[in-house]
């Protein structure tokens, strides 16, 4: 008996435990901001309130444990539960060892994120949103290459972006999108929304001086030698269909760029002709190498 009642002293301190450290953990995610590298930020009200379900189980449990005889345990109810505290216990501490690190393009083949069944299937089923636009291989869904090779129109922008002008915020997009003086600026804020924008109307933005910020993603084979893709992971959802976007730069020092570093670049937009149609592509005058954004995901 004594040792049933140990058992299940242990097995309630752990239940405890476990379940407090889930919710903390969900808040601490959210407090700190890590959780934007993982879940849409609109996803955030549900792990608030999971970490609520999480905190009350444990207090209800806590004092469930100060009331009731521990005695009602049997051996081998305890033993079966530590087995499943166990695979909580490893999820949870699985969270904290990975809660620091980021998804990075070294993370993906650009061949994959393009031509994939994943990609263009997230691209077509997204995209139908805008479905009465009537822009070019842009944004309607793409044919296959002829040569079976992918490339940046089959499922442009770049990993066959799933944004249209109805998944970015209207209100802060048309606001911050405005072409002033200094020209267009794609920024975290803006990435999206003006990836649509060049993408569907090209032409209209030809010669315009852009300042852009985004990671280095090179591919030598796809990409010509003085070609880089200015690049940002884009999150629909959730990591699991976190997939990168952005827009081809042309600079003459593209062998100096470093996969994955920050840069801001500054130049004109020209664009680039594919099958019937055009992609932009910045030519580039300035590079500047900056500092990661605190988040480095947008969201459409």
Not at 83 to 104: D, H, Q, W
Not at 138 to 160: R, Y
Request: proline letters at 5%; charged letters at 15%.
């Amino acid at each position: 008996m004594k040792i049933i009642k140990k058992n299940s002293r242990l097995y309630d301190i752990m239940q405890v435990v476990i379940l407090f450290g889930f919710g903390l953990y969900f808040i601490g995610v959210v407090v700190s901001g890590s959780v934007y590298r993982y879940v849409h930020e609109r996803q955030v009200p549900v792990l608030l309130f999971s970490a609520a379900v999480f905190l009350l189980l444990g207090m209800l449990k806590l004092r469930q444990g100060n009331v009731f005889s521990l005695s009602v345990f049997s051996g081998s109810r305890t033993a079966s539960g530590f087995f499943s505290l166990a695979v909580f216990a490893a999820a949870l501490i699985g969270m904290l060892i990975m809660s620091g690190t980021p998804v990075r393009f070294s993370q993906f083949a650009y061949t994959d994120s393009i031509g994939g069944q994943s990609a263009v299937s997230s691209f077509n089923t997204l995209s139908s949103v805008g479905a009465a636009d009537p822009a070019g291989s842009a944004f309607g869904a793409a044919e296959p290459s002829v040569t079976g090779e992918p490339s940046i129109a089959d499922v442009s922008p770049i990993a066959g972006a799933p944004v249209t002008a109805d998944t970015a915020n209207p209100a802060m997009s048309e606001q911050k999108m405005q072409n002033s003086g200094a020209g267009i600026v794609m920024d975290s804020d803006t990435f999206a929304s003006w990836l649509t924008e060049l993408y569907t109307k090209p032409d209209a933005w030809v010669g315009k001086k852009i300042t852009a910020t985004g990671s280095v993603w090179k591919d030598g084979e796809l990409f010509e030698k003085d070609e880089f893709a200015l690049a940002r992971m884009m999150m629909t959802c959730c990591a699991a269909d976190m997939q990168p976007v952005g827009v081809l730069a042309q600079w003459n020092d593209v062998p100096t760029l470093t996969d994955g570093e920050w840069i801001e670049v500054t130049g004109t937009l020209s664009k680039k002709p594919y099958k019937n149609s055009f992609d932009p592509i910045i030519i580039v005058e300035t590079i500047k190498k900056v500092d990661p954004p605190q988040r480095e995901y947008i969201y459409p």
